[in-house]
């Protein structure tokens, strides 16, 4: 993907389709109207994947929580979002199986009551899935329990239930998105801002004024539709293109801890440790502590939000997200163990303003607005992106006059093409003189494609060198992110491609230098743009930590 040649035709070419926004809807939407030969443009004002979908917890999940809701209150609108999510979930891991794959959940039972109610609750949520389950439910005793998570307390636990869900890398995942939709002809561009709408005389909107953030200049995009898929924003969206829509969205809050992989223990030898479900909290929330990238990630929280926000996780977020672990495990874990976190706002889609956010369904809405024939995709969740995304291309075929069929349910995603689970041994048997932690990195994050990251090792060896100690990332993958995948500033690096500002701050701190110099050289940085750049971040990264910690310069993680 070439920044520089995005920009040029979207000034000079006409597009089927304009999105605006490139998180999971608006990318799955880029990948969905591509594929079926549309002319797409998709514009993200950030960088791909920066806001809700990068800060999920990132679980493919059809929802235990919801499900016990609907069973509860007899809602068939609950019912129906599980049965979509878990259909999609096994699509997911079909069509990105480098990036999603299962994940044994467990959660702690006190009695044999409440593990009768699990145990059933959970048999329904199997049948829900029907043949695309991924494995069955369980009820474990209790030295069962602790051989899957030997975190638990003995002495608090009477048994377990063991269900699976799916888990992935939600900003890895938002890129590849865009990358497919890139390989099949769409037009793809970050940091591009749409200032406002034009229209017509009859009020139908015709193209979109926008600016490029990185050097302020301004261009127009023309477009016979427009599609909406700006999340908690969809509302100044909508109501810049027709000023008599009201107010759609609500926001709630997600906050995540981020702790090292030593703060729990995991079975001696298990490559894939199971994950912690708290069934029960004050707000009366699910919460998860979850293996991720050799981290532990815990959440999340659920709490109401303006849609303009821009979250980070706090000290009460914090203690909040381990006081509710450090009930079930044998060893609590302080907040002074915090190593990072991060922090997202869920879009969620309004019928009751009065309604509290965790009441609200995680559904979404595909709506034209007959005046300026904006088509607006509101709501919903990464599970069900893809099955969003075709509804919306729907919509606007019908307004095309066109009917190309979906192709997406089994379209692989970029670097699936060829990977299966031997893959990363394969990677090892070729590269023995390689880490083999980083082997494994790389062919979790880049799929087929590692094997272009890892070229770029003959132009320089020292590429190879680790950014921080303790992580896999290394410099070469600086260079691809910079040259391959659109990185055009050190949070697209540090943050999203590598993702290493979400897990380890004071360990993004020591890749710092290094990152910069490398991502100056290939954007042609004079010295001072590489120092300011610097020192932006820096700011940036000590700011959450001051944030988390409560408490200026904090060291965390000792």
């Not at 059809?62 to 068939?76: C, H, I, N, S, W």
């Not at 063991?162 to 995942?173: A, C």
């Amino acid at each position: 993907m070439n920044r520089s040649a995005t920009l040029a035709r979207l000034k000079s070419d006409a597009f089927d389709i304009c999105i605006i926004g490139a998180g999971a809807s608006g990318a799955g939407c880029a990948v969905d109207a591509a594929s079926r030969g549309l002319r797409v443009a998709l514009l993200e004002a950030d960088d791909f994947g920066a806001a809700t979908s990068g800060t999920s917890t990132k679980l493919v999940h059809g929802g235990v929580r919801y499900l016990e809701q609907a069973v509860k209150t007899f809602d068939p609108k609950q019912l129906s979002l599980v049965r979509k999510a878990l259909h999609e979930r096994r699509t997911l891991l079909h069509i990105a199986p480098h990036l999603c794959h299962p994940l044994a959940l467990l959660t702690p039972v006190n009695n044999l009551i409440e593990g009768a109610y699990y145990a059933i609750g959970l048999k329904i949520y199997d049948l829900l899935a029907g043949s695309r389950r991924m494995a069955p439910s369980r009820w474990l005793s209790k030295a069962n329990a602790l051989r899957h998570f030997p975190a638990f307390d003995p002495n608090k636990l009477h048994s377990a239930v063991m269900y699976y869900d799916g888990q992935f890398d939600d900003i890895r995942l938002n890129l590849s998105l865009v990358q497919t939709a890139a390989a099949k002809g769409a037009v793809v561009a970050n940091h591009v801002f749409v200032e406002k709408v034009s229209t017509d005389s009859a009020g139908k909107i015709t193209a979109v004024e926008v600016v490029d953030k990185l050097t302020g200049n301004q261009f127009s995009v023309n477009a016979k539709v427009f599609i909406n898929a700006t999340g908690t924003r969809a509302d100044a969206i909508r109501q810049g293109a027709n000023n008599q829509q009201g107010v759609r969205m609500r926001a709630s809050k997600g906050a995540h801890a981020v702790l090292a992989g030593s703060a729990l223990p995991v079975a001696e030898g298990q490559t894939e440790p199971a994950a912690l479900l708290v069934p029960k909290t004050k707000d009366g929330r699910v919460l998860f502590a979850i293996p991720w990238r050799g981290q532990w990630l815990i959440g999340t929280t659920d709490t109401e939000a303006d849609p303009t926000d821009v979250p980070a996780l706090l000290p009460d977020e914090a203690t909040y997200l381990l006081d509710h672990v450090n009930q079930y495990v044998k060893d609590p874990v302080s907040v002074d163990a915090l190593t990072g976190g991060f922090a997202g706002l869920r879009p969620l889609l309004q019928a009751d303003p009065n309604a509290s956010s965790q009441s609200l369904v995680r559904d979404h809405e595909v709506e034209i607005d007959p005046t300026s024939g904006l088509v607006s995709i509101m709501g919903g969740k990464w599970t069900t992106y893809r099955l969003m995304a075709q509804e919306t291309v729907d919509a606007c075929c019908q307004i095309l006059g066109t009917v190309p069929p979906c192709q997406t349910e089994t379209l692989l995603l970029q670097g699936a093409e060829g990977y299966n689970r031997k893959y990363r041994q394969h990677l090892t048997d070729s590269y023995p003189e390689y880490p083999a932690d980083v082997l494994d990195h790389l062919a979790n994050t880049y799929g087929t494609d590692a094997l272009n990251v890892l070229r770029l090792l003959r132009e320089e060896a020292d590429w190879l060198t680790r950014l921080a100690a303790g992580h896999p990332f290394i410099q070469a993958e600086v260079i691809y992110a910079a040259r391959t995948e659109m990185a055009q500033t050190l949070p697209d690096v540090l943050m999203r491609r590598i993702r290493l500002g979400l897990i380890d701050w004071k360990a993004t701190l020591e890749a710092l230098p290094v990152t910069a110099s490398l991502l100056a050289i290939e954007r042609n940085w004079t010295p001072e743009q590489q120092e300011q750049a610097m020192a932006s971040f820096r700011a940036h990264i000590e700011g959450l930590m001051e944030k988390a910690t409560g408490k200026v310069g904090s060291v965390v993680g000792n």
